[in-house]
């Protein structure tokens, strides 16, 4: 079988087939109906949650933003019986750091992932929650200050019918998710032990509804960043492709990347993109920045070029397969030539392991005694790489348990207000039914 045909197996396998609902969905227990009316009773005070966190501006390197939307959070899980602590990174990280809370209890242990930074920093004019009818905007209202407040509501639900007190919980809000500090070890380390301790792990970030069906997302892809620095020998053009010149530099880093094109694509999950290009006789590229400038004449062979791109995967084995290609090809460059690729991680994959799918079994079955329909396995290749996935090596877990946005990254970012209603009972009931405490009833 080759990479296409494997490619095209396994693009069906992952999506074509619906989450396998029960042959015959219970109704809600009297619990769980109790759970629902209090969820619809409060659902104007998840949306002025929602909105307070909205409009405290809170982009990655906005520190003293962060930890104020921290501070709200940490204000509801405390009166909810959960112990706060605010996890400090080490200030040559340049980052605020993460609000865990956490509490002891039976059965199921449950990690609940959000974050409280946005792409929005302090300098951006779109800073404030607004709304028209049903329609919230703001940034960060869908990714995902929604998540954050659907966690805090699902758990007071769960209170409410006396459940919380036996469930055993740690709520991880890290506060650099759109900008990781690095190293990861460090970064991370919080969030992977809490992995480690959980048997489910539910990330909140925004939930998918399109062609009329609610969607499972049981997989994510990883996030790491390459650069390619290709040197050739400068020279008039003239020599151009002579055995004394070469190629020069631009032109052995188009072959490289054409060379990636038809010998590294083509499996299912794995994609990888040239973000910038800077190329000439003098190049200057600075990456934190994403920003460069270069100088060059159509008369002189360019001696050298600075690509900078991103790969994504569908597992570790996967990623690990391409860089291993990429080094090979960059490694064979062409006479008068010389090249090098690095690469960088940042998010690792979220494979679609058999336990994350009798997850979303169980949150369909969910959906359908809400008297919605069965949910089908969303496409990895749709979404894009997130914390939850550096816990999926050590949990089952499930992803997009947040309610239904769109825009996010962008100045349009909003939220269907009536849907933190839904989020939140779905993720309350999953909980409620996972956690065994439905044994008391």
């Known amino acids: ?72 959070m940490s204000r509801e899980l405390e009166t909810l019986g959960l112990a706060t602590r605010w996890i400090d990174m080490p200030p040559e990280m340049n980052r605020a750091g993460h609000l865990f809370a956490s509490k002891e209890g039976k059965g199921k242990r449950f990690l609940l992932i959000g974050h409280l930074d946005t792409v929005f920093e302090s300098d951006d004019e779109f800073q404030a929650f607004t709304r028209e009818g049903n329609i919230g905007r703001g940034p960060g209202i869908s990714d995902m200050k929604d998540g954050n407040a659907v966690i805090v509501y699902a758990l007071k639900a769960l209170q409410h019918i006396g459940a919380l007190d036996d469930i055993a919980v740690t709520v991880a809000y890290t506060g650099d998710e759109e900008m990781t500090g690095k190293p990861l070890s460090i970064s991370r ?51 151009v492709f002579s055995e004394r010149v070469g190629a020069g530099a631009i032109n052995e880093a188009a072959r490289i990347l054409d060379t990636f094109y038809n010998e590294v694509r083509g499996e299912y999950g794995l994609t990888f993109n040239a973000g910038t290009i800077q190329g000439g006789t003098t190049v200057n590229y600075d990456s934190a920045q ?44 062409l006479p008068h030539t010389s090249a090098s690729i690095s690469f960088v991680d940042s998010y690792p994959p979220m494979p679609p392991s058999d336990g994350n799918r009798q997850l979303a079994e ?29 816990v999926a090596p050590y949990t089952d877990a499930l992803a997009g348990m947040g309610a ?15 849907s933190m209603a839904l989020a939140i009972k779905r993720a309350a009931i999953l909980m409620y039914r996972l956690s ?6």
């Open 1 to 72: 079988m080759n990479l296409i045909q494997r490619a095209s197996l396994i693009s069906a396998l992952l999506l074509s087939v619906a989450v396998a609902p029960a042959a015959h969905p219970g109704s809600l227990s009297a619990k769980e109906k109790a759970m629902v009316d209090w969820i619809d009773a409060h659902q104007d005070e998840a949306i002025e949650l929602l909105a307070e966190t909205v409009n405290i501006g809170s982009g990655t390197m906005n520190h003293a933003g962060i930890r104020a939307v921290g501070d709200v």
């Open 189 to 239: 380390k919080d969030l992977i032990e809490a992995g480690k301790w959980a048997d489910i792990a539910l990330g909140f970030e925004g939930a998918i509804k399109t062609q009329g069906s609610d969607w499972a997302t049981v997989a994510r892809r990883s996030s790491s960043g390459w650069m390619l620095k290709v040197s050739g020998r400068q020279a008039h053009s003239s020599g």
């Open 404 to 418: 239904l946005g769109k825009g996010g990254h962008t100045p349009n970012e909003s939220l269907e207000l009536d």
């Open 436 to 441: 065994g405490t439905t044994e008391k009833e």
């Open 362 to 390: 169980q949150l369909s079955v969910v959906n359908q005694d809400l008297g919605r329909g069965p949910m089908k396995i969303w496409d990895p290749l749709r979404r894009g790489a997130a914390d939850i996935s550096f």
């Open 290 to 333: 994403n920003r460069g400038t270069t100088f060059g004449k159509t008369n002189v062979v360019p001696s050298e070029v600075i690509v900078d791109g991103g790969i994504r995967a569908l597992s570790r084995e996967q990623l690990a397969q391409a860089k291993e290609k990429m080094k090979t090809i960059v490694a064979n460059h």
